[in-house]
């Protein structure tokens, strides 16, 4: 490797077609690399602003604590805005050119271009309020984008991009592709583009737009505003009092137990036809439940319902979800005298108002040997990780229809990748429910929550690398496994939970099921039982942090015990 030293003066290097390392003195230097893997090393004391060209082959380059220009040119490059050490750091722009690149701008108000291939692009930079605030295009390709402090402004581009704003108030787009964006804390633009996104407001009061596409958008805690847009959309709120506006086609609203607005909800056609798909539909269940049913008809005595659709259209009658300060849904609504047109209570029904589980085909460990979920019944021994084998109480299945998972996306599967969560599990592609928990095991779950081994909802890790909503699925049939307790169990070796009965676990397995359920177990028909978990369950707020902590340090979910 040939060394190209540069003096304090305003330097032009030229590097050899070979593999060359470059020493920049002070001043406002111009280097060109050429050809080969070239190393251009920075300095934490040369305040010039230097135009760096990488050229051909892989190269690292890193700036200095002035201004300045890099540009990667062809190859897998690693270009740095300045050394990490460096305090302050000029406003740089870097453009990765061809090639699967890592691009971190540093400190300073940075111009971050990914250009073709599958990029890494991080903008690091201070807090909410320190004023670095950079610009990110990921143009061509899968990137993956972590804004970092400051109220940034991204484009994800082409391709299905991955993008994370961090602390400050930023500006995402995902332009095309089926990309995922997570606005982290404070108060976030958040636009899908075309393409079916997953959109995450996390933090603070936001605006989602989902845009083209059928898309899932999820508040997070704050008062956010969401909009489906075209397509058929999924709108969960969050925390907070929101206003939920599914736009074109039949949308999926999910209500919280908060002060939601819900804007245009209307049947759209064929309603009481069998076939959600053709309608919105609002879950609130959350509201309406067995659980809080039973609850009801204990204080009242002299007004008793058999189902929590009955207790609904009761209180809808009686103006409950018309009535400020509470979940109120609307045909049509003014934002300017924030009233409209309520829906009717006739027209909610089981159509449109509607666990965790695993999907057939998911081998479970059992004594000696794994078996297919749908092959296990009641009574058949199982491994589990604290219990040793432990018999099967109670197992049942929901199967979903390509037009239940039209109409319901959000019940769509996740699905594992082999070797995502680390040391190669799960042994093979693993499907899920989205609220389905697997076990992380990490430094940063002790750092975050005082114990390694946490059980996180597995839609809670889509921003990770082998975690994806399977689209691809025409149907799918889930499969719940109940045992004397909550328990951690191997499902295509990875370890998973079983079903947790938790009121919302019970309400989602269907009224049959879970009347089942209450005669094994009637403790949890008692709506102040609270089970155990086997781990300790984030909230899903805080699961999405600990998971981007994971892919910011690159660290495996599950590391060496």
Same mark, same amino acid.
């Given at each position: 490797?040939?060394?190209?030293?540069? /003096?304090?003066?305003?330097?032009?290097?030229?590097?050899?077609?070979?593999?060359? #390392?470059?020493?920049?003195?002070?001043?406002?230097?111009?280097?060109?690399?050429?050809?080969?893997?070239?190393?251009?090393?920075?300095?934490?004391?040369?305040?010039?602003?230097?135009?760096?060209?990488?050229?051909?082959?892989?190269?690292?380059? /890193?700036?200095?604590?002035?201004?300045?220009?890099?540009?990667?040119?062809?190859?897998?490059?690693?270009?740095?805005?300045?050394?990490?050490?460096?305090? !302050?750091?000029?406003?740089?722009?870097?453009?990765?050119?061809?090639? &699967?690149?890592?691009?971190?701008?540093?400190?300073?108000?940075?111009?971050?271009?990914?250009?073709?291939?599958?990029?890494?692009?991080?903008?690091?930079?201070?807090?909410?309020?320190?004023?670095?605030?950079?610009?990110?295009?990921?143009?061509?390709?899968? &990137?993956?984008?972590? @804004?970092?402090?400051?109220?940034?402004?991204?484009?994800?581009?082409?391709?299905?991009?991955?993008?994370?704003?961090?602390?400050?108030?930023?500006?995402?787009?995902?332009?095309?592709?089926?990309?995922?964006?997570?606005?982290?804390?404070?108060?976030?633009?958040?636009?899908?583009?075309?393409?079916?996104?997953?959109?995450?407001?996390?933090?603070?009061?936001?605006?989602?737009?989902?845009?083209?596409?059928?898309? *899932?958008?999820?508040?997070?805690?704050?008062?956010?505003?969401?909009?489906?847009?075209?397509?058929?959309? =999924?709108?969960?709120?969050?925390?907070?009092?929101?206003?939920?506006?599914?736009?074109?086609?039949?949308?999926?609203?999910?209500?919280?137990? =908060?002060?939601?607005?819900? =804007?245009?909800?209307?049947?759209?056609?064929?309603?009481?036809?069998?076939?959600?798909?053709?309608?919105?539909?609002?879950?609130?269940?959350?509201?309406?439940?067995?659980?809080?049913?039973?609850?009801?008809?204990?204080?009242? !005595?002299?007004?008793?319902?058999?189902?929590?659709?009955?207790?609904?259209?009761?209180?809808? *009658? %009686?103006?409950?979800?018309?009535?400020?300060?509470?979940?109120?849904?609307?045909?049509?609504? &003014?934002?300017?005298?924030?009233?409209?047109?309520?829906?009717? @209570?006739?027209?909610?029904?089981?159509?449109?108002?509607?666990?965790?589980?695993? @999907?057939?085909?998911?081998?479970?460990?059992?004594?000696?040997?794994?078996?297919?979920?749908?092959?296990?019944?009641?009574?058949?021994?199982?491994? =589990?990780?604290?219990?040793?084998?432990?018999?099967?109480?109670?197992?049942?299945?929901?199967?979903?229809? @390509?037009?239940?998972?039209?109409?319901?996306?959000?019940?769509?599967?996740?699905?594992?990748?082999?070797?995502?969560?680390?040391?190669?599990?799960?042994?093979?592609?693993?499907?899920?429910?989205?609220?389905? $928990?697997?076990?992380?095991? *990490?430094?940063?779950? %002790?750092?975050?929550?005082?114990?390694?081994?946490?059980?996180?909802?597995?839609? %809670?890790?889509?921003?990770?690398?082998?975690?994806?909503?399977?689209?691809?699925?025409?149907?799918? #049939?889930?499969?719940?496994?109940?045992?004397? $307790?909550?328990?951690?169990?191997? *499902?295509?070796?990875?370890? /998973?939970?079983?079903?947790?009965?938790?009121?919302?676990?019970?309400?989602?397995?269907?009224?049959?099921?879970?009347?089942?359920?209450? /005669?094994?177990?009637?403790?949890?028909?008692?709506?102040?039982?609270?089970?155990?978990?086997? $781990?300790?369950?984030?909230?899903?707020?805080?699961?999405?942090?600990?998971?981007?902590?994971?892919?910011?340090?690159? $660290? !495996?979910?599950?590391?060496?015990?």
């Amino acid at each position: 490797m040939a060394i190209i030293p540069g /003096t304090n003066g305003n330097d032009i290097l030229n590097g050899t077609p070979q593999d060359d #390392e470059f020493h920049r003195g002070n001043g406002f230097d111009l280097v060109y690399g050429n050809d080969g893997n070239d190393l251009m090393n920075g300095s934490d004391v040369d305040m010039g602003a230097d135009t760096l060209y990488g050229g051909g082959g892989s190269d690292t380059i /890193t700036g200095s604590i002035g201004g300045d220009s890099i540009d990667g040119g062809d190859g897998d490059d690693y270009l740095y805005g300045a050394r990490i050490d460096s305090t !302050p750091d000029g406003n740089d722009t870097i453009f990765g050119g061809a090639g &699967d690149d890592y691009i971190q701008g540093m400190m300073g108000s940075d111009l971050l271009y990914g250009g073709t291939g599958n990029d890494r692009i991080v903008g690091d930079g201070g807090g909410a309020t320190a004023g670095h605030a950079d610009t990110i295009y990921g143009d061509e390709g899968n &990137d993956r984008i972590w @804004a970092g402090g400051g109220g940034d402004l991204v484009y994800g581009g082409d391709d299905n991009d991955l993008v994370y704003g961090d602390a400050g108030n930023d500006t995402l787009h995902g332009d095309a592709g089926n990309d995922t964006l997570a606005g982290g804390a404070d108060h976030d633009l958040i636009y899908g583009g075309t393409g079916d996104d997953l959109l995450l407001g996390e933090a603070g009061n936001d605006l989602v737009d989902g845009g083209a596409g059928h898309d *899932s958008l999820l508040g997070g805690a704050g008062s956010d505003t969401l909009l489906g847009g075209a397509g058929r959309d =999924t709108l969960d709120g969050g925390a907070g009092a929101d206003t939920l506006t599914g736009g074109l086609d039949a949308d999926v609203f999910i209500a919280d137990g =908060t002060a939601d607005t819900i =804007t245009d909800f209307n049947a759209t056609e064929g309603i009481g036809d069998a076939d959600s798909s053709n309608n919105d539909l609002v879950d609130l269940s959350a509201f309406y439940n067995q659980t809080r049913l039973a609850a009801w008809n204990a204080a009242n !005595p002299g007004l008793q319902f058999n189902t929590p659709l009955d207790w609904l259209r009761y209180e809808q *009658s %009686q103006g409950a979800l018309a009535s400020a300060g509470g979940l109120r849904i609307f045909s049509s609504y &003014d934002p300017v005298t924030n009233g409209g047109t309520f829906v009717s @209570a006739e027209l909610l029904n089981e159509e449109n108002t509607r666990v965790p589980c695993f @999907a057939r085909g998911t081998r479970i460990a059992v004594a000696d040997d794994e078996v297919a979920i749908e092959t296990l019944r009641a009574g058949d021994l199982v491994q =589990t990780r604290d219990n040793g084998l432990q018999p099967i109480r109670w197992i049942g299945s929901r199967k979903l229809s @390509a037009a239940e998972l039209k109409a319901m996306p959000n019940l769509r599967p996740i699905r594992i990748a082999a070797g995502a969560l680390g040391k190669g599990l799960p042994v093979a592609d693993l499907l899920v429910s989205p609220q389905h $928990r697997v076990l992380v095991r *990490s430094n940063i779950a %002790q750092k975050m929550f005082k114990t390694r081994e946490v059980l996180v909802a597995a839609k %809670q890790l889509v921003l990770l690398e082998g975690f994806d909503i399977a689209n691809d699925l025409q149907e799918v #049939e889930y499969f719940h496994m109940l045992f004397d $307790r909550h328990e951690v169990v191997l *499902s295509n070796g990875a370890e /998973t939970e079983s079903l947790y009965t938790g009121a919302e676990a019970l309400k989602a397995v269907g009224k049959a099921a879970a009347e089942e359920i209450f /005669t094994l177990f009637p403790q949890l028909a008692d709506p102040d039982h609270v089970p155990t978990p086997a $781990r300790y369950l984030p909230s899903g707020r805080q699961a999405r942090k600990m998971g981007m902590r994971h892919l910011q340090n690159n $660290r !495996p979910l599950i590391a060496a015990q």
